[in-house]
């Protein structure tokens, strides 16, 4: 029995990308210092509410936009791999660095951050998205898994 269109639809999907900055002019990250500079003064609520956020990158290392992911509450948040991975795509980024804070000031990651990491970094190769970096952010300092080999 074949489905009429009476019978079932599907939703259209759109993708767009727009861009209002010139990539020479966009910030360019060379290690996780950069990146905490450039992403602590947007962070208002970092001893708040845990958020987790995607930094997406330029072939370039230049900064195509930065979008937050998940809010949660004093003691964790969700951070949905397909959500991340949907952002990348559809900024059509070559890689991306992962942002989280605590708000209780320690900058030690869970054993759910670790996993999470290995797990967007196994994703992130089958979809040729280089996670570069995850920093767990907090008001007077930053972890980098990156800086301590665990990416």
Not at 95 to 119: V, Y
Not at 122 to 147: C, N, P, Q, R
Request: aromatic content about 8%.
């Amino acid at each position: 029995m074949l489905l009429t269109s009476s019978l079932f639809s599907i939703c259209e999907i759109s993708v767009t990308y727009s861009t209002k900055v010139k990539a020479a002019n966009r910030p360019k990250i060379a290690g996780s210092r950069d990146c905490y500079e450039l992403v602590l003064p947007l962070w208002d609520d970092l001893e708040y509410r845990e958020s987790f956020c995607v930094l997406l990158m330029s072939r370039a290392n230049r900064v195509l936009g930065i979008s937050q992911v998940s809010m949660g509450g004093v003691s964790g948040t969700v951070a949905d791999p397909k959500v991340i991975f949907q952002y990348a795509l559809k900024a059509n980024a070559s890689s991306l660095i992962l942002l989280h804070n605590h708000p209780s000031g320690n900058t030690n990651p869970s054993e759910a951050d670790i996993h999470l990491t290995k797990k967007l970094v196994e994703g992130g190769k089958l979809l040729d998205l280089a996670v570069l970096d995850h920093l767990i952010v907090i008001t007077d300092g930053y972890y980098s898994f990156a800086d301590e080999g665990l990416i």
